[in-house]
């Protein structure tokens, strides 16, 4: 099949409609470049993100470094978005189909991103405090050499952690999680080393009954790419955006703990792999898919790469702190092995010390920009004509 | 600590050196004022130094045999209450202080066995393995112990008591105007307790009574390099409790989906609650977990904040984001009043914020707040532009029934009678926004004491709404097919907007100069009412020979007969016209009857001769009562049932 013919890039087909329109207005000449740099831009940031190696840890796929470098695209992508679809010669174009029936769905699927953007706020807070466990995991096993006392320290922790990603894995109903009960339940229980029981806490609800998973299924109803003359028009970049926009809360939810993420693999979202720009994304859909799925089976608590080091790590020292339990005094390569593992467990928990609160903070500009732009885009509406609702 | 590993002592003059210098940290360890710092210090350079001396005097070993009597004693002690059913500090303060001491011993004996050299000797290795087994043991008690006390002390307060339930007006703006009924509002003021110094509001969260437990098992745990757990057990309680209460005032998370979505009278509700429920939380729940936080934390740097912190995030973030909703949703204008709730106790509480998370860590809660503050301004900008707009907009096909008071005008004027109690905010929000092109605003004049407020940014937009209000009453006016009508529409309506400012602090905006001009305008169009419907009834009875001293009897029948078709079709019609002021209603009778009594009289009068022939129909009382019949608001005819 001659890539010419019938995989016609999205490029392609712009620079063919550009002949076609040649006697079309200065401004219209204008609008088709901006369009094209615009998925230019698009393909290369995503292009970036899927090269991104495995092996160095520090940028690897869905670790908070990549995360945050993706909201960063994000962000540029929809500042670039936005200057085609406002600062356009036409501001009544958004009035006219296609477009009148698009740039609705739009803001509605930007309300959903927000939600989905608290209830990874939610989540973030969540795996704050897996850090704060895992500090005090490597805090007892920092100390040489390692006691009786600092490895039921360390297990002790560990076993908080374990249940506390499993608890928030579980997707188990909130209300239930919330009848804990402090007060009884502490003493008779005959472990030397009394874990609490972790609780699923109800501010980390998005609201009752609320699916991250579902929230993006949602997103992705009639998301269909632009047929026939459409595609050369603003249709093109409000349908790249909300693909954007769709993939970033997706990959979102898949790396952070999240009410409710039962399905999240068998979303899919129409995205023509013609299209240039989309073949990045595609990849990484396809890539973080291929983790979730293994993740359904394997039970971890997010894809997030440090929250699956530390998961790892979580499980290697716990079977070192039981077998210490078991023989007592470890030395020797054993030893080593678990300081080996303590390490590296507090240079994870030291890359969340640094990430976790700016990606916060970056979820939060998210939110705010989607929140900005749906402003001046019903304001925009408003002003190309439609009347205001009656009072009465 | 490094410093003193420098080996074991081997003779006598050390030895001394080192009782010397064991008795000055004893000495200094006594006395009060050290910062905690200091005294931790000190507890170290204790222990180190005790364990120096005994295994100085032990030449053979007997130092150690020492430390592991010392270690035994503490274990047990420690150990008892492992099989133990009761809590320790349940038990009572006896037990709780002998265990806090046997951990505290534990804990310096290991600090003096870590101080040594330990790889040498394999039986300190051994009881420095011991002893922090024991330690262990004794931590794990001690946050179990933590988490039982702050939840069985942890105290609930009643909301109801803090700050009264009564946000400024109960009344719910809905869309319908029906329902908006001209009834006089109750000012009741919800400023009880807004005006207190945050100080006021404190309440106890744990009892005060086990504070000291708290801090004593604060102390020995981050003594002992525990106060991760610490803080990991203090955060989840304190966390949780809030949550409960949150939960208690009624509050439920919302998904900005589900907000946006939400009908009007709902979102209200919900909007007047989360101004209420903001105020507790921050200003007495918020403002007391603090003060606990500090009590027990004190002097332990930024710990006390890092726990406030953890503990309040959540809530605070949920409070915020239905803020963020109820701000982004469609800015209708029957939102503003409650916008401006929301605006006006965020604005309130900006302060209380900013000291509560005043660290670094907290800056993001404040910048929330801030960015929050910000949005809700605009989105009460929106609404009430919204609200100009929908004034202007406002749209009928047919004419007002009646010509009485139009639902339009009730509702606007009672909606902005609100106004003047949001004076100050709406005067800062509204100071950059021009009121707009339609604006035949009277420059105010006056006095220099009334000139403030007349001149303020909200009297500006005031007097720019009832323009477009009056405006739009014309246009609405013009809809009536007889011109008398029309008049009788705008004089109720315009009379209307005068009462309603002037029977309100809305006077002081609007100035004695606007109330002036509004009186003269209805007057006129009651003057121009009388002059369309009673000009060519009274005609009938105007003398066109002045100089002559009677008309001829044909005239007269013919006059007669004119005025008493025009009369009776007159109030056919008016009778179904209504005027709801009484007042009005009874001075525009007086005046009608001023003005139509006297010239039948005058006519009848000047042609008594024909006074008694059939052809008057109606006597002059006739007239005159049954003009009290106008403006009644049902039809009625004068054929039917007055018939002489």
Known sequence: MPATDYQASFLGRISIRRNQVIAMDGNHEQELQDLELFSKHVSERFAELLSSPDDVPFDALLSISWLRKLLDFFLCCEAEFKGILMMGNDPSQISKPPLDRLIPEFLDRSVKALDVCNAVTNGLESVRHYQKLAEIVVSALEQKPIGDGQSRRAKKALTSLMSAMNVDDKECSAAKATERSWSFSRRGVSSKDRVPEHFRSVSNQVAKNWSAAKQIQAMTNNLVPPRGAEGSGLASPVYTMNVIMVFVMWALVAAIPCQERNGLSAIHFPAPKQLNWAQSIIGLHEKIGEEWKKKEKKGTAGLLDEMQKMEKLGNILMDFTDSFQFHGDITGQKAEEAAAHAAELAETCRRMEEGLLPLQMQIREVFHRIVKTRTELLNALDQVGKSPPPLL | ?644
């Open chain 2, 1 to 644: 600590m490094d410093g003193c590993r420098s080996g074991v002592p081997t003779y006598e003059g050390d030895l001394h050196v080192v009782a010397a210098a064991h008795h000055i940290v004893k000495a200094l360890g006594a006395t009060k004022n050290l910062s905690d710092d200091l005294r931790k210090i000190l507890i170290d350079l204790d222990s180190h130094l005790s364990m120096i001396t005994s295994n100085i005097d032990s030449k053979g070993g007997r130092g150690l045999v020492d430390v592991e009597e010392r270690l035994d004693q503490a274990e047990r002690k420690i150990m008892r209450w492992e099989t133990d059913p009761m809590m320790i500090w349940d038990s009572g303060p006896k037990e709780a202080s002998d265990y806090l001491e046997a951990v505290d011993e534990t804990g310096k004996l290991v600090d003096g066995l870590r101080g040594l050299s330990v790889h040498e000797n394999r039986k300190q290795k051994e009881i420095l393995h011991r002893a922090m087994n024991i330690l262990q043991t004794a931590m794990s008690r001690l946050e179990e112990e933590l988490i039982h006390i702050l939840v069985r002390h942890g105290q609930q307060f009643e909301p109801k008591n803090m700050y009264s339930r009564s946000i400024r007006k109960d009344i719910v703006y809905d869309e319908s105007f029906v329902s908006v009924e001209d009834e006089p509002t109750k000012e009741t003021s919800s400023q009880n307790c807004s005006n207190n110094e945050s100080g006021e509001c404190i309440v106890d969260l744990v009892h005060a009574d086990v504070i000291p437990d708290i801090k004593s098992i604060a102390k020995v745990m981050f003594t002992s390099n525990y106060g991760p757990e610490f803080c990991e057990a203090f955060i989840s309680v304190q966390k949780e409790a809030l949550e409960q209460y949150f939960s208690f005032l009624g509050t439920e998370n919302l998904s900005i989906e589900d907000v946006l979505k939400m009908e009007w009278t709902c979102l209200s509700s919900k909007m007047n609650k989360w101004t209420w429920s903001m105020k507790i939380i921050v200003r007495v729940y918020l403002a007391s977990e603090k003060q606990l936080c500090d009590q027990v934390l004190g002097g332990l740097g930024s710990v006390s904040s890092y726990c406030f912190l953890e503990i309040s995030k959540a809530t605070i973030l949920c409070l915020l984001n239905f803020g963020e909703a109820v701000a982004m949703g469609p800015h209708r204008p029957e939102k503003l009043l409650r916008l401006l709730d929301m605006y006006e106790t965020l604005a309130d509480l900006l302060r209380d914020i900013d000291t509560l998370f005043s660290e670094e860590a907290g800056s993001f809660i404040q910048l929330q707040f801030h960015e929050l503050l910000e949005r809700l301004g605009e989105s009460a900008i929106a609404a009430f532009k919204a609200f100009r707009v929908a004034i202007s907009s406002n749209r009928s096909l047919y004419p007002f029934a009646g010509g009485g008071v139009h639902p339009l005008n009730k509702y606007v004027m009672n909606y902005i009678r609100m106004f003047p109690e949001y004076c100050s905010t709406l005067n800062l929000l509204l100071k950059n926004q021009h009121p707009g092109v339609a604006d035949q605003v009277t420059k105010p004049d006056y006095g220099p004491d009334t000139s403030l407020l007349t001149s303020c940014p909200m009297a500006y937009h005031l007097r720019s709404i009832t323009s477009c209000l009056e405006s739009n009453l014309h246009k609405k006016s013009q809809l009536y097919k007889d011109e008398a009508l029309q008049h009788i529409f705008l004089m109720n309506n315009i009379h209307y907007l005068v009462q309603k400012v002037k029977g309100s602090e809305l006077r002081l905006f609007f100035g004695d100069e606007w109330i002036r001009k509004h009186n003269a305008m209805f007057q006129q169009h009651a003057m121009n009412y009388e002059r369309a419907t009673w000009s060519s009834v009274v005609s009938f009875l105007k003398d066109n020979n002045p100089g002559s001293s009677s008309m001829s009897k044909s005239t007269f029948k013919e006059r007669c007969k004119g005025f008493s078709i025009a009369f009776e079709e007159v109030y056919k019609t008016q009778t179904r016209w209504s005027i709801p002021d009484p007042q009005l209603r009874e001075d525009l009778r007086i005046s009608t009857s001023l003005k139509v009594v006297l010239a039948y009289r005058t006519f009848l009068g000047r042609n008594l001769a024909y006074t008694d022939d059939k052809c008057v129909k109606h006597t002059v009382e006739h007239v005159e009562n049954s003009l009290l019949d106008l403006f009644g608001g049902s039809s009625r005819s004068l054929r039917n049932s007055c018939r002489w």
